[in-house]
């Protein structure tokens, strides 16, 4: 247990420099090291997709992750989104159509969302479902969340019209 | 909305209308949604402080074994470790026990951590306190248990007879309680009826699984040897009290905060052992402790739901009118009796509620809870509800298709009628008016039900097969302190109090005890005193789920918070604008009865004279030249509500299923609510309830078991094995509402946020065993696991292949 790994990553546009234990996960690193504690840990086996964070663009769950993995990376958390004075655009989505009721699972759909949005054509709300069922939330039995996404969905074609 | 209408109002009510927006109805945005959605909330486990340690539990790998010994020197030696401790370091708090009225109750005793023997495998036994977690679980690993496993009855049914092994020994049997309701002569009744149906139902355990697992951090105050528990709770005033009596503290030295709260569904809603040990430790070390449990900890020591064997029979006439209803309820309770809701919760709800809303004339309900090694069941969404509810559509659909006629049909011929409210059911349940028939007729209609049974015939005769089910219920929600007083428990939860004041800067600040984790609390009772006092709702902090800001209250739990916390809102908040109508009058020199309130402003009705709140406060307050020395009243009012009985909350659902002959993957086609929850105060809120709690229902009905094996293991302990919907299963969830009559209370409200998982189960168990009705397959379990539903059609099938 005592080797110390040095890394080095960009999280949220800041550069990182840190050495931690070989063991320590992503999720951990995050929350307790760094004190960017939007990222939760519902599950701690890769389930649920509360801990999930973008790692170099693509979805990762934090919780799987060790912080060793990620030398060299970038991270986004949902602290990257927008801010309680501004919220972005999937934040007012999700506002606007209660999307969310206790809010712990929240920053792991967002960044569900954030990604499905640049990659999926979401053309029906079939494949918004199939989209979210990685991520797990016990309060809003998801009709909110894909009304959201949907709201979303069309607002981008409509713009790329 | 802050601009002063220029007009002279006139003292017409639409003109004061505009003046003050009404809120209580709108889907008014939620105030706790910015920092939820940008990572800026704060759960318990995000909170740190200095010289911190952390918390791990060695739980019991036994459901059912004395404790040789326990040797921790090991754990004890790993650098990094605080402490290790086992029961003995507890031993100067006092057994906790769960005491009721009830006649012949037997209370268990518990203590924080198991000492001679353990009762349940995920039941604490030792401590370690360190440095950091990962820390803390290698010294777990070091510790050693000495066991001598003891015989187990596993099953309720087993447990329940005389020689089964006894899990606490003092008590002498492990049946905790027995009662019986009855209602005029149901054996008589039920012999003589021209028809019966009857069947043995089981309703497995389930996990409340709230998305944030349980946690807590104890920080002491050695400044005042006091100590503040932060924690995933949905009763933080429940826990002070008891609390304060566990560690003799007084309450002026012991806060018990809810921060933001991932969830709880019940499962938040019991006193636990890593609370006590967490604040122990915290006040023996002299240092703040933090427990976070894993996943699989939660699945295997928060309380659990449900758990009953329901043996059930349903007499009637020729005409498909109901005449009597016998149940016999055994209640697996688990091993511990759980503070304060006790081990009778659960199972007596399910015979209290099992006539539901239909006009049967004899009834007898017989219940016992027996315990059993398996983690204690407590509160869970619905509480006893899903499971009567689950049993008695499940005899009215089988009623009907005994008598060929229509379960709609059937279910509006025995619906208690509107002219017959206030009604009392065979448990001695009373139903206040409520939409029980408008709202039947208003799901088959919304849903278009014969088309529905067209489709059906269609696709019967195209050798698929598609089902369709329906749920009615009434549940008793809001419940006042004459009904609560009903079972004997150590607590008072039928009243709730409100303190609400305005500041020297004219901001208006509302405390509640009630303790939101994602009922939208701090949004509903913002737009409640905003509507009365007539601010906007996000000139409104509320202030909830802290101790230590009110001097007595219980938290959030049995579709409660809206009726009382909205209740004791609306009164205060009255006594309240009286006050500030007083104020302004000497202000604006009009008489009181002339004076409005409306968007922040204090106005003489008709007139264009007006002062803001600011200006009040600062005459009350700070400007000591403005008002005669008996006029500057204290901007502050407290008020309690008390609804005294309870309120009737009902709905239908209805659910259309499709399942593949080939894989029998069933799928929810369609899924219709129609509801009546009295005034709304949020309908975006009213939905999201609605939707939340369907979606536990359909993990109930298809998914969710909390398997444990003959020897009382946990087979389905992590999120692989024990599986929960996702956004792929959840059907689009269409909800209709209706307000029939208004229930007498301040607001009108009916408590709702329950009833989702309450109707979903039996919907779905109809809608199977509709679609399955050609093979002669009805569902008695659940959920309908896949594995169930296998065994099911393929013994029907097999039992088809014999007979040919």
């Known amino acids: 247990m005592s080797t110390r790994i040095d890394i080095t990553l960009t999280v949220n546009g800041e550069e990182i420099v840190e050495t931690v234990e070989p063991r320590m996960l992503l999720s951990d690193f995050l929350r307790d090291r760094l004190g960017l504690t939007g990222t939760h840990v519902g599950c701690e086996h890769g389930v649920c997709g509360a801990c999930t964070v973008r790692l170099n663009g693509v979805t990762a769950r934090a919780c799987l992750t060790f912080a060793a993995q990620v030398d060299g990376a970038r991270i986004e958390t949902v602290e990257h989104l927008g801010t309680v004075a501004s919220l972005n655009r999937i934040q007012q989505a999700f506002r606007k159509h209660h999307a969310l009721q206790c809010g712990f699972c929240t920053p792991g759909f967002l960044m569900t969302v954030q990604e499905m949005l640049e990659t999926l054509p979401l053309e029906t709300d079939e494949e918004i479902r199939d989209a979210l069922s990685g991520n797990i939330c016990r309060c809003t039995g998801y009709e909110h969340i894909v009304r959201a996404v949907r709201e979303l969905a069309d607002e981008r074609e409509g713009a790329a019209a | ?804």
């Open chain 2, 1 to 804: 909305m802050n601009d002063l209408p220029r007009k002279p109002l006139g003292p017409d009510a639409d003109a004061l209308a505009s003046a003050r927006p009404k809120y209580v109805g709108k889907a008014v945005q939620r105030l706790e949604d910015p920092r939820l959605l940008t990572g800026a909330g704060r759960y318990t486990a995000d909170i740190r402080a200095d010289r911190m340690v952390h918390a791990a539990f060695l739980r019991s790998e036994q459901a059912h074994a004395r404790i040789k010994s326990i040797d921790c020197e090991a754990a004890r030696g790993l650098p990094g470790v605080t402490g290790v401790y086992t029961a003995a370091d507890f031993a100067g708090i006092p057994v906790i026990k769960a005491p009721s009225r009830m006649r012949d109750y037997r209370a268990t005793s518990c203590t924080v951590l198991a000492s001679e023997k353990v009762r349940y495998v995920g039941e604490p036994v030792a401590v370690v306190i360190a440095r950091d977690r990962y820390i803390a679980e290698d010294a777990l690993a070091l510790i050693e248990v000495d066991w001598e496993p003891l015989d187990v009855a596993a099953d309720p049914e087993s447990a329940a007879y005389d020689g089964a092994p006894l899990l606490h020994d003092e008590l002498g049997t492990n049946i905790l309680f027995e009662r019986v309701f009855e209602t005029g002569e149901p054996d008589d009744a039920m012999a003589q009826a021209p028809h019966r149906v009857s069947g043995r139902f089981r309703m497995h355990r389930k996990s409340p699984l709230a998305i944030e697992p349980r946690s807590y951090v104890a920080e002491p105050d050695r400044a005042n040897d006091g100590l503040t528990l932060y924690g995933s709770t949905q009763i933080p005033g429940i826990l002070r009290d008891i609390l304060s009596g566990l560690l003799d503290l007084p309450g002026s030295r012991i806060r018990v905060v809810a921060p933001d709260v991932g969830g709880g569904f019940g499962g938040k809603g019991s006193l636990y052992p890593e609370e006590i040990a967490v604040c122990a430790l915290a006040r023996r070390l002299g240092r703040t402790v933090k427990w976070v449990s894993d996943r699989s900890e939660d699945l295997a020591s928060t309380s659990q739901g449900f758990d009953e064997i329901i043996e059930a029979e349903l007499g009637f006439d020729d005409d498909g009118a109901l005449i009597a209803l016998k149940g016999r309820v055994t209640g697996d309770i688990g091993a511990y009796s759980i503070y304060p809701w006790t081990a009778a919760l659960e199972p007596v709800q399910v015979v209290s509620f099992l006539p539901g809303p239909y006009r049967i004339p004899h009834y007898r309900g017989e219940v016992k809870g027996v315990a059993t090694p398996k983690p204690p069941t407590g509160p869970y969404r619905g509480v006893g509800r899903p499971a009567s509810v689950f049993v008695t559509e499940r005899l009215i659909d089988m009623a009907a298709a005994h008598l060929g006629i229509d379960p709609a049909g059937m279910r509006r011929k025995n619906l208690v009628a509107e002219d017959e409210f206030p009604y009392r059911i065979g448990s001695g349940i009373v139903w206040d008016r409520s939409g029980f028939a408008e709202c039947l007729d208003e799901a088959c209609s919304r849903i278009g039900y014969e088309g529905l049974r067209k489709l059906q015939r269609e696709a019967r005769a195209a050798g698929r097969w598609y089902g369709i089910g329906i749920a009615t219920y009434a549940e008793l929600t809001g419940i006042g302190s004459r009904i609560s007083v009903a079972p004997g428990m150590p607590i008072n939860t039928g009243t709730e109090t409100a303190s609400i004041r305005v500041d020297s800067t004219g901001a208006v600040t509302a405390t509640f005890a009630v303790a939101s984790h994602g009922q939208s609390l701090e949004t509903t009772l913002a737009q409640i005193v905003a509507e009365e006092l007539g601010v906007r709702p996000e000139d409104v902090r509320i202030v909830q789920g802290d101790s230590g800001a009110t001097s007595h209250g219980t938290g959030t739990y049995a579709s409660r918070s809206a009726v009382l916390g909205g209740g004791a809102a609306i009164v205060t908040s009255r006594v309240l604008r009286d006050k500030i109508k007083r104020v302004a009058s000497h202000l604006l020199e009009a008489a009181v009865e002339d004076i409005e309130t409306g968007n922040g402003r204090v106005f003489v009705a008709g007139t264009d004279k007006s002062v803001t709140f600011a200006e009040v406060a600062h005459a009350v307050y700070s400007d000591m030249r403005a008002l005669p020395a008996e006029a500057r009243e204290n901007l502050e009012a407290s008020e309690s509500y008390d609804p005294v009985t309870g309120t009737t909350t009902t709905a239908t659902h209805i659910a259309t299923v499709r399942i593949d002959p080939e894989t029998l993957a069933v799928s929810i086609d369609r899924y219709l609510v129609a509801e009546d929850c009295g005034r709304m105060i949020n309908p975006l809120v009213v939905d999201g309830q609605v939707h939340g709690g369907v979606a536990q229902g359909v993990g109930a009905a298809l998914l969710e078991e909390l398997s444990y094996d003959e020897t009382g293991q946990l087979l389905t302990g992590s999120l692989a094995d024990y599986t929960v919907p996702t956004a792929a299963e959840v059907p689009p969830i269409e909800v209709f509402h209706l307000e029939t009559e208004l229930p007498g209370n301040p607001g009108g409200f009916r408590g709702m946020g329950e009833g989702g998982t309450i109707g979903a189960p039996a919907a779905i168990a109809n809608a199977i065993s509709d679609a399955l009705s050609p093979l002669g397959v009805g569902v008695t379990e659940l959920p309908v696991t896949p594995e169930r539903l296998f065994r099911l059609v393929s013994e029907a099938r097999n039992k088809t292949d014999t007979e040919k």
